[in-house]
């Protein structure tokens, strides 16, 4: 629970400079606020739609919340790093999904890449936000709503989009993996 108590400690330091009230911070991100509080203790961990809502009402970008410390360029990241990640549990969301960021370390980033896997038949909440994504299929197979429209994508296949429509993922015939790219602007 230690990365997640990381996050959650950051939300609420962030909170507080800003002088808001957890009640305040969840009214601006239109997040439930027994979710911000419940990240704020650090007994969740906030899926990437929730986690891109608060970062944007406290101002600041999504990786702010993730970085652990700085590392120079290049940010690599090795494939087993990324599945002993997954084994420890780091970056388990309860939103039909785990994720891993893939350039923790870099504060100056203008996007955050993420390695994403999803539960087989289990939708990831719908979400929007300013900006823009870039999704690779990387195993199985992914539905990605888009708005009022269902694609179904499968390895290799790639979704670039505005993210201001209402979108979300889902696996469907067993788990999939993708990468996901995030950009929001400032």
Not at 47 to 57: D, F, I, N, W
Not at 63 to 78: A, S, W
Not at 127 to 136: A, K, N, Q, W
Request: glycine share 8%; aromatic share 6%; net charge negative.
């Amino acid at each position: 629970m230690s990365n997640h108590k990381t996050v959650g400690e950051r939300i609420r330091t962030y909170r507080e400079n800003l002088a808001m009230s957890p009640a305040d911070l969840a009214e601006k991100s239109g997040v439930d606020l027994a979710i911000v509080e419940a990240v704020e203790k650090g007994d969740v961990m906030p899926a990437l739609g929730v986690l891109t809502k608060l970062s944007r009402a406290l101002g600041q970008r999504l990786g702010t919340f993730m970085d652990d410390q700085f590392k120079p360029d290049p940010i690599v990241t090795r494939a087993e790093d990324l599945d002993a990640a997954k084994i420890a549990g780091r970056g388990v969301s309860t939103s039909g999904y785990a994720y891993q960021s893939l350039a923790l370390g870099k504060p100056d980033r203008h996007m955050d890449p993420f390695r994403i896997e999803l539960k087989a038949d289990e939708a990831s909440k719908p979400s929007s936000h300013e900006g823009e994504e870039l999704v690779i299929c990387l195993a199985g197979e992914v539905e990605f709503t888009y708005g009022p429209d269902k694609t179904v994508l499968k390895p290799g296949d790639t979704a670039y989009y505005n993210s201001c429509v209402t979108h979300s993922l889902r696996a469907v015939n067993g788990t999939a993996s993708i990468y996901g790219i995030v950009y929001m602007p400032f």
